[in-house]
């Protein structure tokens, strides 16, 4: 533990900060690049982009997307909303009773957000469970969160409002904000 940390990037980043909560045992330090954080800010956005993509070329039907995702001949960016939401239902809202699948956080074909499982998603926000894990994270030797200041998930939001928690309940970090140059 006194000689291991975890460090990651975007959902990399989250897992750089969750795991550790969870596992002060194995951790003693943490380095979160921009990791999806506040998750009303990362994730909440994105649903009804997913429902309205569902609704205008699939539907309102996940099993009518897979069907064209798996048969198309590349990935189309346009997509990647809907895949992403996905994927973080997988994670956060998996379904308990058919495995494989998942609850989705909002009505498919209404967009309106379902309180019980978006419930589900937020008790794994960083920003959420830091003060369930005071005592983990006040364990650990070295906090480190930075992110873009334009990040276009607003993960610098999600950083900011994780150093707050971490401010409130006396843990020491380092977090650090920097613009991301022009292309």
Known sequence: RDHRGLSGKSSGGYGAMVVPMLRPDVFSGLVSHAGDALFE???LPEFPLTTRILRDRFESSYELFWKHFRSAPSLESSLMGPLNTYAMAACYSPDEDRPGEVVLPFEIDSGKLVDEVWARWLAWDPVRM??????SLHSLRHIYLDAGRSDEYYLDVGAQAVAKELRRLGVEHTLELFAIPER
Do not use: I, L, W
């Open 41 to 43: 800010a990362c994730y």
């Open 130 to 135: 830091a003060s369930q894990r005071r005592d």
